[in-house]
């Protein structure tokens, strides 16, 4: 519950009360579920009151020693400098607002939930186009799955170049009497680019959907994230 006083001429008017728990968007305790299955840490950086952040916490799922109550933007920012310098921890800090720049900017990925102004963007490394959470899951999986392309793009150039290398170089010309004909070695040169981008492109037609759990609700596509920077 946050408190917010009115006042008029600086004299304190009257109070009115917000139930915080109430205004949790619905998917947001299904995408933490999801993340701490996965077995991320999930944290609150919040600048409501203890009472108030430790009500969301419980709804939600998260722990009480990952809430941070009464945050401003420079706490937040420390918070996320100790977990990097201190724990070594890669952190992805998510935000939606003014108050988030710092500690967007700080983190390792900072995502923006439907930006709002060109500060937003500058600080960001990935803005999420639609105000749903379940893109985040998107966001985390497709992050997975690059990676393993890479690494996959990565394997299969060293082999290459182990094998076609020598190849090039005569060394089995010189022992075993194999060569290949100079056409045909610039031919095995581009076919070894042109394998990749063909891998990198199959990965582009793969649907966001073949990587999503069966148990969620509903299924949003990747062009709801943007990625802003590298």
């Known amino acids: 519950m946050t ?3 009115v006042s008029i001429d600086r004299q304190v008017t009257g109070y009115f009360a917000i139930d915080n728990s109430a205004s949790l968007r619905p998917e947001s305790k299904r995408v933490i579920k999801r993340l701490l ?3 991320h840490d999930v944290y609150i950086l919040s600048g409501d009151n ?29 918070f996320l400098v100790k977990m990097k310098e201190e724990e070594g921890k890669r952190t992805m800090m998510v935000g939606d607002g003014l108050n988030d ?9 900072g995502v923006t939930i439907n930006a709002k102004s060109e500060l937003n963007l500058m600080a960001s490394d990935a803005i999420i186009l639609k105000e749903d959470l379940t893109n985040l899951l998107d966001f985390v999986k497709l992050s997975k799955y690059t990676m393993r392309f890479i690494y996959l793009n990565l394997t299969w150039a060293f082999i290459y170049n182990v094998i076609a290398i020598p190849f090039a170089a005569g060394v089995f010309d010189i022992f075993f009497g194999i060569s290949i004909p100079p056409m045909l070695s610039s031919l095995a040169m581009s076919a070894s680019s042109l394998l990749i981008l063909a891998t990198s492109a199959i990965f582009r037609m793969i649907s966001i959907r073949d990587f999503i759990p ?4 509903s299924v949003s596509t990747v062009d709801n994230i943007k990625v802003v920077s590298t």
Do not use: C, F, H, T
């Not at 069966?214 to 609700?217: E, S």
């Open 50 to 78: 203890k009472d108030a952040v430790e009500k969301i916490g419980k709804s939600l799922g998260v722990k009480e020693g990952n809430l941070v109550w009464e945050a401003d933007p420079q706490a937040k920012r420390r």
């Open 101 to 109: 720049l710092m500690s967007l900017a700080e983190a390792y990925i």
């Open 37 to 39: 299955k996965d077995r």
């Open 3 to 5: 408190v917010v006083l």
């Open 214 to 217: 069966n148990d969620r609700a």
